[in-house]
């Protein structure tokens, strides 16, 4: 079967899902990515302000330090803080695969702007589990280290990363 085309209407970008972060290993979860349709960042102004330049028609690709890819998917919804992400109509507080831990849960520092966490809607076009990741251990590319950035074509480390993708994700990018 050919690779699944994939349109890009406007960016496509490199996202660190957040999953793995020393010291809270715990906040967020792949399986709550993709059961509820969401991505999020927070906790420090630089997390949460990176994730809000994500836009509508963005597709990303879900990264999970230290373990590889697991997602594509389209931005539908711009970032908002976590206490207004609604799936189904609900609150993601209390549903399963939520760490509701005051201090360690993606609710800790809720009604803080700076500090609190931020959720982008995301329908996913293909996802793997997470021990199913893609890895690109040994392969030298360079991976970004914050949460999310513009994949370009033309750039060496980009175009490599792109076309691994492609090729993991049995994908096109057009």
């Known amino acids: 079967m050919p690779p699944i085309p994939i349109q890009v209407p ?3 970008m490199f996202l ?3 999953v793995f972060i020393y010291g809270y290993p715990n906040r967020r979860t792949w399986e709550s990515n993709v059961a509820y349709g969401f991505v999020s960042a927070g906790q420090n102004p630089n997390s949460s302000k990176s994730l809000k330049k ?3 028609g963005d597709i990303v690709c879900a990264y999970i330090s230290r373990e ?6 389209t931005i539908i ?3 908002v803080p976590i206490g207004d992400f609604l799936y189904d109509g609900n609150n993601l507080a209390g549903l ?3 760490n509701m831990d005051p201090d360690d849960g993606l609710f800790a520092n809720e009604g803080e702007p700076e500090f609190q966490e931020y959720a982008v809607r995301i329908r996913w076009i293909k996802t793997y589990p997470r021990n199913e990741a893609k890895s690109l251990q040994g392969l030298g590319f360079h991976i970004y280290p914050g949460v999310c950035c513009e994949l ?3 750039r060496q480390n980009d175009d490599n990363i792109i076309n691994f993708i492609q090729i993991s994700f049995d994908v096109t990018f057009l």
Do not use: C, E, K, S
């Not at 590889?68 to 998917?73: D, H, K, L, R």
């Open 152 to 154: 370009r074509r033309g």
């Open 68 to 73: 590889g890819f697991v997602g594509i998917g």
């Open 96 to 98: 399963m695969h939520i």
């Open 54 to 56: 994500l836009r509508p």
């Open 16 to 18: 660190n899902t957040g």
């Open 77 to 79: 919804d711009p970032a």
């Open 10 to 12: 406007n960016r496509l």
